[in-house]
T-cell receptor
């Protein structure tokens, strides 16, 4: 697998349930990003990791959202006590280290539906 | 804060014809990157073309080219010889340059339909 993979591809949760979304970045990519894409909208930045360090979490919409990347590879986005407004596609992207010249490669996303 | 605006929610083009998608942005920075991404129904975002703001020459990638007007803060995408596989959502995006510059700011997208 040469690309970014995400699992599950689809997740249905009842309001109030906790969910965990997984991202496997491209091997060797130290930078990892999470974006949230609401229906009919463009992706919005949630958080950024460089290796295991979460350098920016300014886009996380509430303290119910939590992301981790403990070994600097796989990342998990956790949403606690899901609400209907959390329904969206969650995209993960990875890139080589460095500044803005490096391309972000996106995964296929996880579509979360909260009932 | 930087913003990206795509004023065309939907566009259509006849196969083999040319179409132009519009994008404007707002920033106080002088150096940045601009991107066009394609998102087919599979949801996988694919980079189509990239432009560095300090380069005056418009970027070109095969059938895709941009018209970058820095003073007007405009960044349009031209698709020539449109193909059925070009049908998708297209997003314009912005990112600052330099160390620590990483997050992309996206517009709301333009849905492109290609008519056989």
């Amino acid at each position: 697998g040469a690309g970014v993979s995400q699992s599950p591809r689809y997740k249905v949760a009842k309001r109030g349930q906790d969910v965990a979304l997984r991202c496997d970045p491209i091997s060797g990519h130290v930078s990892l990003f999470w974006y949230q894409q609401a229906l009919g909208q463009g992706p919005e930045f949630l958080t950024y990791f460089q290796n295991e360090a979460q350098l920016d979490k300014s886009g996380l919409p509430s303290d119910r959202f939590f992301a981790e990347r403990p070994e600097g590879s796989v990342s998990t986005l956790k949403i606690q006590r899901t609400q209907q407004e959390d329904s969206a596609v969650y995209l993960c992207a990875s890139s080589l280290p460095g500044g803005g010249d490096n391309e972000q490669f996106f995964g296929p996303g996880t579509r979360l539906t909260v009932l | 804060a930087q913003t990206v605006t795509q004023s065309q929610p939907e566009m259509s083009v006849q196969e083999a014809e040319t179409v132009t998608l519009s994008c404007t942005y707002d920033t106080s920075e002088s150096d940045y990157y601009l991107f066009w991404y394609k998102q087919p129904p599979s949801r996988q975002m694919i980079l189509v073309i990239r432009q560095e703001a300090y380069k005056q020459q418009n970027a070109t990638e095969n059938r895709f080219s941009v018209n970058f007007q820095k003073a007007a803060k405009s960044f349009s995408l031209k698709i020539s010889d449109s193909q059925l596989g070009d049908a998708a959502m297209y997003f314009c995006a912005y990112r600052l340059t330099g160390a620590g510059s990483y997050q992309l700011t996206f517009g709301k997208g333009t849905k492109l339909s290609v008519i056989p």
